[in-house]
C-alpha cells in the first residue's frame, strides 16, 4: 500500500522543513538575547544557527611574538599567509571566521596542581608547616583572583560552518559530519603550517562552547 499525498500537503511539509528565518532589524535594545540571537540550539559540539547552518569552532594557542626578533615575526606572518592562501585563496568556495574575545584566565588546572601538593604534605609530611601555611596561602590567592575574574587574556578562535539542508535529522546529522571533516581539515593545515612554533589547535567541545557564549555576554556576570 502506498501513501499518497496532494500537492498542497508536499509543499506543506517541505514549508515546514526549510529554513525561513530572516534576522529581524535591531530594535533600539528591546529585543531578549534570544530574539537577538541566530542560534537556536548546540547538536553535539556545535551551533545549530535559525538561518540553517551549523558551526563549529577551533581553538588555537596564541604565539607570543614579542620573544620574537623582526625577522621571526616576519616568518610567523608569512607562514599564517600560507595558511590563508591555501584555504581560502582563489578558487574556495569558503568562509572562515576569526575572533579574538578577552576572556577570564583559567587557573583549574594550576590550582588543582597546588591542592595536589597541600594534601601530599599534609599527610605525608606534616612537620614541613612552614611549606603547607605557605601552599594554602597561594590557593586562597589564586582562586580570589580566579573568582573576581580579574585577569584576562585572550582568546584565538577560528569559526567554520556548513549549511545544514532542511530540518530534517537525517540533514542535521550529514551536517554535523562535513564539518567534523572541515575542523579537522582546518586543524591540520593551521598546524602543519605554523609547525615550526608549537603551535596546537582543538576543536571546541560543548561545554567550552557554552562557557564562550556566556563570556561573550558578560564574563563577569
Same mark, same amino acid.
Given at each position: ?12 511539509? =517541505?514549508?515546514?522543513? !526549510? ?10 535594545? =528591546?529585543?531578549?538575547? !534570544? ?8 547538536? !553535539?559540539? $556545535? ?25 621571526? +615575526? ?14 581560502? &585563496? ?5 568562509? $572562515? ?15 588543582? &596542581? ?5 594534601? $601530599? ?5 606534616? #612537620? +614541613? ?8 596561602? $597561594? ?15 585572550? +582568546? ?16 542535521? #546529522?550529514?551536517?554535523? =559530519? ?5 575542523? !579537522? ?34 564574563? =563577569?556576570?
Amino acid at each position: 500500500m502506498k501513501l499518497s499525498f496532494k500537492s498542497s500537503e508536499k509543499n506543506s511539509r =517541505k514549508t515546514k522543513l !526549510d529554513w525561513t528565518y530572516q534576522p529581524p532589524k535591531i530594535n533600539g535594545g =528591546k529585543q531578549t538575547i !534570544d530574539d537577538m540571537s541566530l542560534i537556536v540550539g548546540l547538536y !553535539d559540539n $556545535y551551533e545549530v544557527t535559525k538561518t540553517g547552518n551549523l558551526v563549529g569552532l577551533l581553538r588555537v594557542s596564541g604565539i607570543n611574538l614579542d620573544l620574537l626578533n623582526d625577522t621571526e +615575526q616576519e616568518d610567523v606572518f608569512k607562514s599564517y599567509n600560507s595558511f590563508l592562501m591555501s584555504s581560502l &585563496g582563489d578558487g574556495v568556495n569558503d568562509t $572562515y571566521q576569526f575572533h579574538e574575545p578577552t576572556v577570564p584566565v583559567d587557573m583549574t588546572p594550576y590550582l588543582n &596542581g597546588l591542592k595536589r601538593k597541600y594534601l $601530599y604534605l599534609k599527610e605525608k609530611s606534616p #612537620e +614541613q608547616s612552614f611549606k603547607i601555611q605557605l601552599l594554602a596561602s $597561594y590557593i586562597d590567592h589564586f582562586t580570589k583572583i580566579q573568582n573576581a575574574k580579574n585577569m584576562t587574556t585572550k +582568546q584565538h578562535l577560528v569559526i567554520l560552518k556548513v549549511p545544514i539542508k532542511n530540518k530534517s535529522m537525517e540533514s542535521l #546529522e550529514l551536517a554535523a =559530519k562535513n564539518l567534523a571533516e572541515k575542523l !579537522d581539515q582546518a586543524r591540520r593545515d593551521i598546524e602543519e603550517s605554523l609547525s615550526d612554533y608549537d603551535v596546537t589547535v582543538n576543536v571546541v567541545n560543548n561545554q567550552e562552547l557554552l562557557g564562550i557564549l556566556k563570556d561573550l555576554i558578560n564574563f =563577569k556576570g
